[in-house]
């Protein structure tokens, strides 16, 4: 699976140009509202003609222009789920399900039932769409967009329009169709969590341009730099495995660079990775192991960069391999006299290290 | 009850609007989806001009259908050439007046519903693999077609009631083109026509009313099927 686009596009004061390449199999599109990513999608879903573009899915080129290919939407076998599920509201559960050309032969096929089966749908086969609820009307979507067997899937923010407990469970879901059912996917979002869970590459657009392009893990790994802290909502968003649960303790102990991090306890089991956000004021610094501490957290750490600001100093850490970003008062700093190179202890709380699931 | 010439006339009358109907619903259709989703500078103009004959006195629609379809007019003489017939003063010209004068109506109810079917559902049906026209036929359609009903029975409603177009345009010709509304003046204007005329009025009235009510009936219908 692989997309490549290169997409102007201006209309109404706004600007979008974009470049890049990715091999996915699941490509996150990650911005604030208005950065451009809805507008990205419908251009490679044919919904939007662009004036200056070229996009090809798995090296076939569905957009040319000016002057070059112009491949329809319904030719593109790329089919699109948004927020709003959108069913037909004049035909049934399951003439919503077999829209798609083809898509009623597909339901009989043994790839169709495990759509269903993997989507829950069978229950509501036989129920009106105005009778369902949101999650199983996204469900309803989401099988819909499947049984039309497109070579990729674009999703715009499926899990928006849900409650935190919905969102959650339709994030499974797409988790599982990747999972089982090996589908490629555009997926546009604003939770970070869900670009993590779900995206093996990502773009992260912001005022219609690309401003970076890596596994969600490493480009969300330093919000600040790329100007989405405020989306990402924490300073520093790791992704790591699970060692082991301290259920007497009250902790569950991940690995952080060779060292544990005793965060609060969670279901996911051993071996598994969870998403944990970090906030740069939550970490404290010292220069020596302390002694009789409540925090469970002393993680022998290296500055590797300080950056002063107005009235806050920025330290970068290093624990092992994983890079952390702490803030500290001016006059913290000058007193510890930290300094590029300087070995220190980060003291983290268990209560702070935020699971992002 | 009817005499056998008001039979012939409401019989007239019906097979009149229903023609209308029939051949203006196409173009009404196509019309409605256009001025409702197309996005130029010249449709307020086309919309424009397809509602002129809502306003123009029928009398003058029918002058300017007859200077279109008359003898002498270029799709008459062009009828003429080829056929050997005429349209002015036939059961035909009847049908052309009560279409005409009904058609904004029936676009107007169309429009309106086109307008009310979320244009996302059109585009996820593309996206899904359906082209402009299946998703028209499979989505647009028949989430509008409340307002198609509504439209077409406004329109038979309207071409039953047409005189002033009809009475410039195919005259008064008992068995051809008299139908409810011209008998009616015809009978107004003999000396014994007033039981006449009740009888008429009357079927007029309870015509129109069914219609109403059907198109009423039909359209919540159509709703309640669509779930909404």
Known sequence: MSIEARVHHAFRGFTLDVKFESAGPVVGVFGASGSGKTTLLNCVAGLIKPRDAKIAVNTRVVCNRPGGTWTPPERRKLAIVTQDPLLFPHLSTRANLTYAPGAADALESDSGWKIIDVLRLKPLLQRNPGNLSGGEKQRVALGRALLSKPEMLLLDEPTSALDAELAREVLALLLEVKRSLSVAMLFVTHKAGELMALADDCIVLSEGKLVAQGPPVQVLSKPRAIGVANLVGVDNLLRLNVVRHDEEGGVTLLDLGGHDLAAPLCAAEAGQQVSVGLYADEIMLCLESPAGLSARNALPCRVTQIDAMDHEVLVNLRIGATDLLARITPGAAAELGLDKDTQAVAVIKTAACHLLG | ?228
């Open chain 2, 1 to 228: 009850m009817l005499t056998e010439p008001e039979i012939e006339v409401v019989r007239l009358s019906a097979l009149v609007a229903g023609w209308s109907v029939a051949v203006s619903i196409v173009p009404g259709i196509l019309l409605g989806w256009l001025l409702a989703r197309w996005r130029s500078p010249l449709r307020a103009l086309l919309q424009g001009t397809v509602m002129l004959p809502l306003v123009l006195p029928p009398v003058v629609t029918g002058f300017l259908l007859l200077a279109l379809v008359g003898r002498s007019g270029p799709l008459g003489s062009a009828w003429e050439a080829v056929t050997g017939g005429r349209i002015a003063y036939t059961t035909g010209a009847c049908v052309i007046a009560a279409a005409v004068v009904g058609f904004p109506l029936m676009v107007e109810g169309i429009r309106l519903s086109v307008l009310g079917v979320d244009p996302k559902l059109e585009m996820v049906s593309r996206s899904l693999g359906r082209g402009r026209l299946s998703t028209f036929l499979r989505v647009t359609l028949p989430l509008a077609l409340p307002g198609v009903i509504g439209g077409a029975v406004l329109s038979f409603a309207r071409a039953l009631g047409e005189f002033g177009a009809t009475i410039v345009l195919a005259g008064n010709i008992e068995g051809e083109t008299r139908t409810i509304p011209v008998a009616v003046y015809t009978l107004m204007n003999s000396t014994d026509g007033e039981a006449g005329v009740m009888r008429l009025v009357a079927v007029s009235v309870a015509m129109s009313l069914a219609a109403l009510l059907a198109a009423g009936w039909l359209a919540r219908r159509q709703r309640a099927k669509a779930g909404r």
